[in-house]
């Protein structure tokens, strides 16, 4: 329930008048539950915790000061990203549609082998949302529903999606996907709907709880998740030293993922 | 406009029942399908996420474009001054907003979230090209209505603003093709469509749909009514069919050259052109050979020089090679796979690398036919209750100089 919340509030944050219904939203559950704006938890009922605790306070905004990203470097992933696909699949609830066919499922990260023709060399890596500084997807939706947060996460506002798919069409990663079938058995933090399109949008309720992508977390020595802005963070770091590709770089998009051993 | 023409209702009859009866059923069909559709999900469609726009897209940028081309018979006369376009305008000004109304239905039905349609128009994202369209598409209507209020009133208010009308249809006209063809202009991840050539291409495809429909609608019309059509109109419409035709192959030849000197866009170039199966066909034949060559012949043929059948039959098949053109663009254009990584073969579980296959599924057709339904009794109401049809087309009517 909070992290839902963690995600909405900000993802709302940047419009004002969604930002309103969520003041009134945190005023209503205060009322009712009797607690002020600054407790962290609550019991609304026996067993049931209203509970506030994460890195960022949830009315906290989001800000351009961080930039998240990924560095994932292929020569350690042992299986070609196989356990990130997993942990995705299990945090955010898809793979397992019933009555779309394979090329109407939903994937939001999958392992990508890459034969080069002339050498033969064979690449395994992980794609997914490369959460672009300038996404296409973001400049060609009609409503804003697909948007870049302050902090540089791509996502879709799912409350105002239509369902159009210009934004699959317009992403060169092929990382989108449209949902076409009802959906049950979601994850409350991870809302999936059907008639609407969605993607990697990098854990951001993980990552508002202070916590890391689940992929990173499956694929530790391999991934590294952090602040592209700051100097100091160990992304930042290991980026200057070693450097990072972006796929397709040619259609300069500043992707927040890089690869190494691409 | 000409004084001596006089302008009334189309009549009754079983033949008006009919024409209704028969699109009324399409749009019962396409209507059904719609709710079949949302109900279900689009897993019961043949889009998937690697072909994720299909049938119902071609249908309604066809009627879309179709409808730009269609109101530029009334443009000819009003903005250029030709006299014997001058009592055209008023059906071809209801072509216009029917095909339009028939084209945005279709895309509108097919979103996956229908019932957002009032988040559309309250959440507006000024960069998204569709954003602009939906602003063009209402503005179109809006002026369409306008201008066919210049056309019709007969006060002196409504005759001082026919002009200006008509100049003010004629840009917007143009903004709103180029806003359709930009849809695929601008996409920079897809090899077949990152083109601006795609804005005029649409302008000049849009002429000439537009004059095949309203050559068709117009002939049905004053055979139905029973009314005289003299071959005078008809030549001025067969030649600019013809010259529009050509134009739409002069952007094309440009368009495929430029790609083929540019090795980037090699892949894709001899998929369309040369392995590309039914994608290929659809260029040879649907769009080169019976698109454009073909009604070309009928039309410049002297032998076949005011014969009613072959401009019919012009056409049609000019029709035909809009929709091979759109289908081949947009089904055919999604179909080739997305490059990753250059000079490499890549594989997915998620289709990766692979020319992908696209087979429309039959709610998907009939939500189009269902579109098409909208637009053809549009027309047929508009016909039979309001004057838009000359009481005669006849060479002495419409010709002054005629002996």
């Known amino acids: ?262 | 406009m000409n004084k001596r023409i006089t302008f009334s209702e189309a009549g009754g009859g079983l033949g008006f029942i009919t024409l209704l009866m028969v699109t009324g059923g399409m749009i019962a069909l396409g209507f059904l399908s719609f709710l079949y559709m949302e109900h279900s999900g689009h897993h019961v469609t043949g889009m998937n996420n690697q072909i994720v726009w299909g049938l119902p897209h071609v249908f309604a940028i066809f009627m879309i474009v179709a409808a730009s081309g269609a109101a530029n018979i009334g443009s000819v006369g009003t903005v250029f001054g030709k006299k014997i376009y001058q009592p055209l305008g008023r059906l071809s000004v209801i072509i216009a907003i029917a095909l339009l109304i028939g084209g945005l239905l279709v895309l509108v039905l097919d979103l996956g979230h229908a019932d957002r349609l009032i988040v559309a128009m309250t959440h507006f994202n000024p960069k998204s090209i569709f954003t602009w369209n939906i602003a063009l598409y209402s503005g179109f209507l809006g002026i369409m209505f306008f201008y066919l209020w210049t056309m019709m009133d007969r006060s002196k208010l409504a005759k001082s603003l026919y002009k200006p009308a008509g100049y003010i249809a004629f840009l917007w006209r143009i903004i709103l093709t180029m806003g359709t063809g930009s849809i695929f202009g601008f996409l920079v991840s897809r090899q077949y469509y990152d083109a601006a050539i795609m804005a005029p291409l649409f302008i000049t495809l849009s002429y000439v749909l537009g004059t095949a429909i309203y050559t068709l609608v117009l002939m049905a019309a004053y055979k139905w009514t029973g009314r005289e059509l003299g071959d005078k109109v008809l030549n001025r419409l067969r030649y600019t069919l013809a010259i529009f035709i050509a134009a739409v192959l002069f952007f094309e030849l440009a368009r495929h050259l430029t790609n083929l000197y540019a090795t980037e866009h090699h892949g894709i170039e001899s998929y369309i052109l040369l392995d590309g199966g039914i994608y290929t066909f659809l260029f040879w034949g649907g769009q080169i050979f019976l698109g454009s060559l073909v009604p070309m012949f009928l039309v410049w043929c002297k032998k076949l020089k005011d014969n009613r059948l072959a401009l019919g039959v012009a056409a049609a098949l000019a029709i035909l090679g809009g929709v091979s053109f759109i289908y081949n663009v947009l089904i055919g254009g999604q179909s080739y796979p997305l490059v990753l990584f250059p000079n490499a073969v890549v594989e997915s579980s998620f289709f990766d690398g692979i020319t992908n296959s696209y087979f429309p599924s039959l709610p998907e057709m009939l939500l189009g036919i269902g579109g098409v339904g909208v637009t053809l009794l549009l027309i047929v109401i508009g016909v039979k209750v309001l004057r838009l049809l000359p009481d005669s087309l006849a060479d002495k009517v419409t010709d002054p100089h005629h002996k």
């Not at chain 1, 994850?187 to 990697?200: K, L």
């Open chain 1, 1 to 262: 329930m909070s992290d839902r919340n963690h995600m909405h509030q900000n993802v709302d944050q940047n419009r004002g008048d969604d930002g309103n219904i969520n003041a009134y939203r945190r005023q209503f559950m205060a009322s009712v539950v009797g607690i002020s704006g600054v407790a962290t938890v609550a019991t609304i009922a026996p067993g049931i915790i209203l509970q506030q605790a994460q890195a960022k306070p949830a009315d906290e905004m989001v800000t351009n000061k961080v930039r998240w990203g990924l560095l994932i470097d292929t020569s350690r992933l042992t299986d070609g990203g196989d356990a990130c696909v997993e942990a995705c699949k299990k945090e955010h609830g898809w793979g397992n549609e019933k009555l779309s066919n394979k090329e109407q499922d939903a994937q939001w990260i999958r392992k990508v082998k890459v034969t080069e023709k002339m050498t033969g060399h064979v690449t395994s890596l992980p794609v997914m949302c490369q959460h672009c500084d300038t996404a296409p997807c973001v400049d060609v939706c009609p409503t804003g529903a697909s948007m870049k947060r302050a902090d540089g996460i791509v996502l879709v506002n799912k409350h105002i999606c239509i369902g159009c798919r210009y934004c699959m069409m317009a992403c060169p990663y092929k990382a989108r996907s449209f949902v076409h079938e009802t959906l049950t058995d979601q994850r409350p933090y991870s809302p999936r709907g059907r008639g609407v399109v969605e993607s990697c949008n990098m854990c951001v309720h993980r990552v508002d709880a202070g916590k890391k992508p689940a992929c990173v977390e499956a694929a530790p020595e391999a991934i590294l998740f952090g602040d592209l802005n700051d100097k100091e963070s160990d992304i930042s770091k290991a980026l200057k030293e070693f450097g990072g590709t972006q796929i397709r770089a040619d259609l300069g998009l500043n992707t927040g993922v890089r690869y190494r051993g691409i």
